[in-house]
């Protein structure tokens, strides 16, 4: 693999020794008289840096020559810092240097290593350096990395005390409020627990009231708005008891689904997800027959029963299943006598297409002759007991008679076992390689839906739904994970990336994708179909989302919607009516809480949201046909050619470039990290990287442009 080039013996590093006073005490006397006369902490900067000769920090140049005696730059600044710790002035335009060398991501994060947050927030409670110390404490957090943003995260009790204590300071409370907002959200907006100490640093209870009510003041700039709303969404996954309890948080999310700005309301609905995520219960994964056999003798309600009728009875679930889960046993017993294993196979083949749950579980039973118990038969001369275990079985002997087309069903009866079983990546391995011999067999991209990859899940979905023969039990599976998986994605990218960008647009496409699939399902699919509820909320969910503004403050008025609660309402009753009262799932509570809010909270927030829209950050149309071809390419994984050298995708943020030093530097090709001192590939002497590391986790797509 191309590296750096030239490897050369690495000198020995000098050893700094590290002095309070190395410059003479009367240079110091001079100095504080300079310093004392200089106007604004621009000039003050400029001061210190003639005085203790640093090159012109503002050129990449003079990045260059830190980089290269960095111990003796850091250590010659420190002995000024710590000679004249009282002096607000000289340690005010220290932190102005040490912001400028932050541009500099390698820079930067040496100086974090060095202490540098430790020297910053004292300087915060000094009324003559609060700004100059929260704008060096919001570069540092908006462009360091995650470790950085977690140790800056703990001060996050000092920036609530500050703006508490001037709660008509909005300049501070914005840089303060920014700084929280990226600091918290790396240390505590993350799937895994985090440490308790972040959450303790958080303070929720308190920090939430205080960040609404500053969004309310009149005169707050957007960037506090949308750090803000930012901010409130951190921390409602792991301090969702916290959040749930606060009325207001909820509400300002669910008013924000009204915003002109598909990211505020995007934004609002990633965190009303959220906060549901760790309450929530599981979705129905299993199905019990007798359940189903039971609802059936007790007969359905007038009401079901014309609906039913309407759709077709034989089309729907409760009927398929019911007629599937005795055409398995029939097939049992008729291999129970003839032993032919082939024969049960093609009949399983056709089943698994037929409805989810068409291979029931059961086995062959006895009666003993002396208990009069009813026992299971394990010596009938199958190599099986249990009904699923047949699968495999089956398996073999269809490949075994080697007919053309009918290895396809042999690997479809194989992924199905591993289904059942709960062994995923081996049904997906086992779809994949049917898919390399049958590209135009759905129920293998089907398979493909239910694994980790939603990026694999989406486009396997999408191609199956395009399979010239199709049953509608895989057609509405793949719908279902089509809605589920683009809805998923959307909402991520979106809140990652920034209007304009190309994931972005992506984002945009998911969302409507999910969207039109859901309205398909809820049109098309059997009104007792299990996953009709959660299409059902996904729906309602998106369409509220999408429309932004045009939905009415009442949804009363809003007629896409009412169709979909009365269908909603109907599969509730298919689902109690078979034995399983609706389950508190994450998407079920998150529709439930937005419906019920929704009209309050429109009125209550509505002049917030009016200031949200006066500065929208995306304020172009939803376009369906682009979003169609932004769907379309990226299914084909279409991608413009963006180049190596300074190829960037920041985390998305509502402001403008924070930090002071303009410099123009070059960005890492892996992580995007800007530096003065990268190094260079040295196939192609274009891509940059800022060590070893980031160089070897890039090479799986830069071999393919770098001319070695």
Known sequence: MPGPRGKTKAKKAKPVVHSVARVPSEEFIALINDIEEAEGWNTRVKVLCEFLHLPDLSRRSGLKKVHANFNEVYHNIDDVYVANIGNEKITGAIIGIYTKMCADAILRDKLFQKGLVSKITPLISIPSTRYLALRALTTVTHHGGVDIRKEISLESPSLLKIIQENPDDLRAAEMAIST?????????????????????????????????????????????????????????????????????????????????????????????????????????????????????????????VDILTDYGAMRCEAYLTMTSTADNQKAMMKCAQDKDLYSLGLKLAELITRTEFSIAEGSFQMQDPRTGQIEINSDIGLPFVMWSDALPHCAKAIRAKGRPGEEDLADMITAKFFIIRSRIPDAIEAAKRGLQRNPKFAYFYYVITLGKDHYEGLRSAKKGLKCPKITPFVRFGLLHRAVELAGNLGVCRIQEFSPGDRKYDEGVAFLISAMEDAKVYAMEAPPDARHMKNVLYWYICLTLTIKGPETPADLQELQVSQVAFKKLGYADEFSILLGTIPPRTQLRLTQQNIVKRYPTAVQEWKDLVARFDEVMMDERPISLEKAEDDLAAWLDDLHLDQGEEGEYHPQRCSHPRVSPNTVALYRCSWCGNPSAALRKCSGCEKARYCDGGCQKSHWSEHKATCRT
């Not at 930012?230 to 916290?242: F, I, K």
């Not at 990211?263 to 995520?277: I, K, M, Q």
Request: aromatic share 4%; net charge neutral.
């Open 180 to 304: 929280m907002a990226h600091a918290i959200g790396a240390a505590i907006n993350q799937e895994d627990p985090p440490a308790p100490k972040y959450i303790k640093a958080a303070n929720v209870g308190t920090l939430i009231p205080v960040v609404i009510d500053f969004m309310r003041k009149p005169g707050v700039t957007i960037q506090l708005l949308h750090h803000g709303l930012e901010l409130l969404t951190h921390p409602v996954l792991h301090c969702w008891g916290v959040c749930k309890a606060d009325a207001p948080l909820q509400n300002v999310l669910v008013a924000c689904l009204r915003s002109a700005d598909l990211t505020v309301r995007v934004s609002a609905l990633g965190g009303l997800l959220r906060l549901e995520a760790l309450s929530s219960e599981e979705d129905q994964r299993h199905f019990d027959p007798h359940k189903l056999m039971a609802a059936i003798e007790r007969r359905f309600p007038d009401h079901l």
